[in-house]
């Protein structure tokens, strides 16, 4: 056993020194410096992003498909043969009776229940603004702003929807009136 000169009191031998002085070793398995596992919060936004991805690509592909059939007189959704007659419009797609029927309730059904959310955001406001105040938080007046925010957004939202809904029936209907006009001149 050695002793250094200049420091009388640290020894050469490691099993004698102080914790604090010995060297500090990296233990990873096989090298793998550097390398660690994802967290929950760096791999929400990853799947959520795929995910949404995903439904675009979906819906774009649906559209091009229902768009191909309503070319080739078929109803966009079940490709049956549609007589002049016979022929609905709806979210600028032409489609057959039964199909359109289905697709007005699922409408309905979405359109319930985006209003019944907005109308459920309007009135749970000043509730949990009253519960928030009073537990004497000063920021109890926040929840007005969101939810009430949230309602307006919605509603907005929906007015939107139904507006591009009724501006892509007129489309529809310009295009099918002109296709007509084409094949009544052959030139289609």
């Keep these: ?3 250094l000169a200049r420091e009388p009191f640290l020894c050469a031998s490691t099993s004698l020194r102080q914790r ?3 060297p500090q070793l990296k233990r990873d398995p096989l090298g793998a410096y550097g390398q660690r596992d ?13 995910a949404t991805g995903l439904a675009v690509a979906a819906a ?3 559209d091009l498909l229902h768009r191909r059939r309503n070319r080739r007189g078929l109803c966009a959704y079940c490709a049956e043969l549609l007589p002049i007659a016979e022929r609905f419009r709806l979210e600028g797609r032409i489609l057959c009776g039964r199909c359109a029927s289905r697709a007005g309730r699922r409408i309905a059904r979405a359109l319930y229940a985006l ?6 955001a309007v009135v749970s ?3 949990f603004a009253f519960l928030i105040w009073r537990r004497h938080d000063p920021t109890w007046w926040l929840a007005f702003l969101v939810l009430w925010g949230v309602a307006a957004t919605m ?3 929906i007015r939107s929807v139904l507006r591009s809904m009724k501006a892509q029936n007129v489309h529809a209907a310009q295009l099918e009136r002109l296709d007509a006009l084409l094949r009544l001149l052959g030139l289609r």
């Design 38 to 50: 994802m967290t929950v919060s760096e791999l929400v936004p990853i799947v959520l992003g795929g």
């Design 125 to 127: 406001a000043p509730v």
């Design 60 to 62: 774009t592909t649906q």
């Design 20 to 22: 604090a002085l010995r």
């Design 115 to 120: 209003t019944t959310f907005v109308g459920v």
């Design 155 to 157: 509603a907005l939202l």
């Design 1 to 3: 056993m050695r002793c």
